[in-house]
């Protein structure tokens, strides 16, 4: 086995699993899905997989969606949409499939 960490990460999988059903989604969706299936985790480590899985070739970016609104940071908020890469190995979790028929609601329409 070669040194260091494994490549691998049970919440890299879980949003692989995620995106697999989804198609395309941004961040704080694919944390909303997350949070009602898998175990705690915030916001903040979902970013951070969606990045590194770019990184490793697992996600790439959909497109960047650039939505106007009244936000505590200004007018105007970026959505970046994700869908899986080359390298996505899904394993097709039927819980998030059983959620998202249960569930109609959670699945977004992505903005053109």
Do not use: C
Not at 3 to 18: A, D, F, K, Y
Not at 42 to 51: D, E, M, N
Not at 60 to 78: C, L, P
Request: charged share 30%.
């Amino acid at each position: 086995m070669p040194r260091g960490r494994p490549v691998g990460s049970v919440v890299r999988q879980n949003v692989i699993e995620i995106l697999y059903f989804l198609g395309s989604a941004h961040g704080y969706h694919i944390f909303k899905i997350y949070k009602q299936i898998y175990p705690k985790i915030t916001l903040r480590a979902i970013y951070y997989h969606l990045r590194k899985g770019q990184d490793l070739g697992e996600f790439e970016v959909d497109t960047i969606h650039k939505e106007k609104g009244d936000y505590s940071w200004g007018g105007e908020a970026e959505k970046i949409y994700y869908k899986l890469g080359k390298n996505a190995k899904p394993r097709i979790d039927q819980r998030i499939k059983a959620l998202l028929d249960e569930k109609p609601e959670l699945i977004i329409k992505r903005p053109e």
